[in-house]
C-alpha cells in the first residue's frame, strides 16, 4: 500500500510543478478542478470510465470463454480433433487488431445480411466482439500451458473414480490450472483495458474517444493526454490490486 | 463363460513405436483372486495393468473385465465402474480436502447426496485408520497417510477389482508396512487385486498366484510357494536373486 502511496505522491508533483510554471505553454486550466469549465471537461473525460470498464470487462468475460472452448479440443489426442482449434489460434493470432475491428464493424453486418440474418453491429458491440475473438486465442493458449502443468495422474484418477471428461476437467483439473493461470490472464485483462481505447475509432463514447473530442475543441492535447493516460493508469493499478488480493485468497485457500 | 473369471485378457499385444511393451499376454483371474505381478523395470508389468481399465490402449488382443468387453462402446465407461486403482505417485486431488477427494466420485459419477457420501467416506477413512484426517489437504500428510487415502477413495467407489500399480515404491521405508496392512486386510476380506509391486513378503502372505513378467511376456506363474521355493525358470531365479538378496 505504502508503495501505491510513493507513486502518486510523485505524480502529484509531477503535476503541481507543472501547473506552476505557467508560462504560456502549459494550459492546465483546461482540466482545473477549480474553475467550472475545467470541472465541465473533468467530467466529460471521467464520463468515459464506465464505458471502457463496461466494454472491457465482457470482453474479457468471452474472451475468457472463448478461450477454453477453443483449448479444450486443441488438447484431443485426436489430430482431427485439434486441428479447428489450431487453425483458429494461428489465424486470429495473426490479424492485427484495427483492422480486424474495422472488418468487425463495417464488414460482418454486410456479410450477415447476405446471409440472411439482417443483424447491426453499434460501435459498443463491434468493439466488443473484436476484443473478445482477438484475444482469445491468447487465452486459449494461456488455458492450454495451464492445463497441460497438471501431471496427467490427475486425470487418470479422476477417471478411475469414475468422472467423466466433463468433469475432470471441472472438478480436478481447471481449479488447479485457474490458480497457475491467474497471472497472465489478468495480464489479458489489462491488455484488453488498453486496447479497449482503440473502440474510440469507431465512435465508442469511452475515455480515449472523449479525450479525443475535447482536443478538437479545447486545442489543449498535452494536458487532456495527459490526464487520458492517468485514468487508464488507476484502471490498471485497482486492476493488479484486485488481482494480488485474488492470488492470495486461492494461495491461502490452497495451503489451508 | 465362467462367471467366475473376472478379468481375461487374450494375447494381448502393444507398442510404443518401435518398442513391443506387451507381447501375446493371456491372464484370466477368478473372483476373489489375488495376483502379484513382478518383472524387471521396463518389462510391461505397469503396462499390463494399466490397460485392465483402459488407462493404456492396446494394439491388438481382447480384455473382458466381468463380462464387459473393453473395446465395446462404451466398455471403458463401464469397467472403470468396477475397477478401482491405486497409484505409485498417490495421485490425490491437491486443491480439495481428505474427505473430498473421497466424495468426489461418489457424489458426481454416482449421484449420491452429500451426506451420503460423506458417511461412506468416513467409513472407508476408518478402515485405512485415518478418520481424524479427514478435514486436512493431503499435504499436510504423510506418504503413507496419502496412499491409504488413495485406497479408501477407491474403495468409496465399491469396485470389485483393486488394481494396485507399485503402491509403496514411491514411500519411505518406514511407511509401506502400514500401507501393506491395509492391502493385506483388504485381501481377507476377499477382494480381487492384481498388484505389481516387488514386496515379496506381501506376495508371499497374500498371493494366490505370482505372475513374473519379463520383456513384455509373462514368462511364469505359480503359487509363491512354489516359485520362492524352486522358480521354473532361470530368468525368474535370476530376478528373484538380485531383489532378495539384501
Given amino acids: ?13 509531477c503535476l503541481f510543478l507543472a501547473a506552476c510554471s505557467g508560462d504560456g505553454t502549459w494550459g492546465w486550466y483546461v ?14 473525460l471521467v464520463g468515459g470510465f464506465w464505458a471502457t470498464i463496461q466494454l472491457s470487462l465482457i470482453a474479457t468475460a468471452l474472451s475468457m470463454t472463448l478461450g477454453l472452448l477453443v483449448a479444450l479440443p486443441g488438447m484431443s489426442s485426436n489430430r482431427w480433433v485439434r486441428l479447428p482449434s489450431r487453425v483458429y489460434i494461428e489465424f486470429v493470432r495473426a490479424i492485427p487488431l484495427l483492422p480486424m475491428l474495422f472488418w468487425v464493424f463495417y464488414g460482418l453486418p454486410v456479410v450477415m445480411r447476405s446471409l440472411g440474418f439482417p443483424i447491426t453491429i453499434d460501435a459498443f458491440w463491434g468493439a466488443i466482439i473484436t476484443l473478445a475473438i482477438s484475444d482469445s486465442a491468447f487465452t486459449a493458449e494461456i488455458y492450454r500451458s495451464g492445463i497441460q502443468s497438471i501431471p496427467k495422474g490427475q486425470t487418470e484418477a479422476a477417471r478411475t473414480v469414475g468422472l467423466t471428461y466433463g468433469q475432470t476437467m471441472r472438478y480436478v483439473i481447471l481449479p488447479q490450472a485457474i490458480r497457475r493461470i491467474l497471472p497472465p490472464l489478468a495480464n489479458q485483462f489489462i491488455y484488453i483495458v488498453k486496447m479497449s481505447a482503440f473502440a474510440s475509432v469507431i465512435g465508442m463514447q469511452e475515455l480515449t474517444r472523449r479525450a479525443n473530442e475535447l482536443v478538437v475543441t479545447e486545442y489543449r492535447p498535452l494536458e487532456i493526454y495527459t490526464l487520458l493516460i492517468l485514468e487508464y493508469l488507476v484502471l490498471v493499478l485497482i486492476i493488479s490490486f484486485f488481482v494480488r488480493w485474488l492470488e492470495r485468497k486461492m494461495g491461502a485457500d490452497e495451503s489451508r | 463363460m465362467n462367471a467366475d473369471r473376472v478379468i481375461e485378457i487374450r494375447s494381448l499385444n502393444k507398442s510404443f ?11 484370466t483371474v477368478s473372483l476373489g483372486e489375488r495376483i502379484v505381478i513382478c ?24 480384455i473382458t473385465v466381468d463380462g464387459i468387453s473393453l473395446s465395446e462402446p462404451g466398455g471403458v465407461d463401464k469397467v472403470r465402474a468396477e475397477v478401482g ?56 500428510l504423510s506418504g503413507g497417510q496419502q496412499q491409504r487415502v488413495a485406497i479408501a477413495r477407491s474403495l468409496c467407489m465399491k469396485p470389485k477389482i483393486m488394481l494396485f500399480d507399485e503402491p509403496t515404491s514411491a514411500l519411505d521405508p518406514e ?11 483388504l485381501a481377507r476380506d476377499g477382494m480381487t487385486m492384481l498388484v505389481v509391486t516387488h514386496e515379496m513378503g506381501f506376495a508371499r502372505k ?20 512354489d516359485v520362492f521355493e524352486a522358480p521354473k525358470t532361470r530368468r525368474f531365479k535370476s530376478f528373484l536373486d538380485k531383489i532378495l538378496q539384501h
Fill in chain 1, 1 to 13: 500500500m505504502t508503495r501505491f502511496f510513493k507513486i502518486w505522491m510523485l505524480l502529484g508533483a
Fill in chain 1, 31 to 44: 482540466i482545473d478542478p477549480s474553475t467550472a469549465q475545467g470541472q465541465s471537461n473533468i467530467r466529460f
Fill in chain 2, 17 to 27: 513405436g518401435d518398442f513391443q511393451v506387451l507381447r501375446n499376454v493371456d491372464l
Fill in chain 2, 39 to 62: 518383472g524387471p523395470s521396463g518389462s510391461g508389468k505397469s503396462t499390463l495393468i494399466r490397460c485392465v481399465n483402459g488407462l493404456e490402449q492396446y494394439d491388438s488382443g481382447s
Fill in chain 2, 85 to 140: 486403482m491405486v497409484f505409485q505417485q498417490f495421485n490425490l486431488f491437491p486443491h480439495l480436502s481428505v474427505i473430498e477427494n473421497l466424495t468426489l466420485g461418489p457424489m458426481k459419477a454416482r449421484g449420491l447426496s452429500r451426506k451420503e457420501a460423506e458417511a461412506l467416506a468416513m467409513q472407508y477413512l476408518e478402515r485405512v485408520k485415518i478418520p481424524e484426517q479427514a478435514l486436512k489437504r493431503p499435504r499436510e
Fill in chain 2, 175 to 185: 511407511m509401506i508396512a502400514e500401507v501393506l496392512d491395509v492391502m493385506v486386510e
Fill in chain 2, 206 to 225: 497374500v498371493a494366490d498366484r505370482m505372475v513374473f513378467m519379463d520383456g513384455g511376456e509373462i514368462v511364469e506363474t505359480g503359487t509363491p510357494a
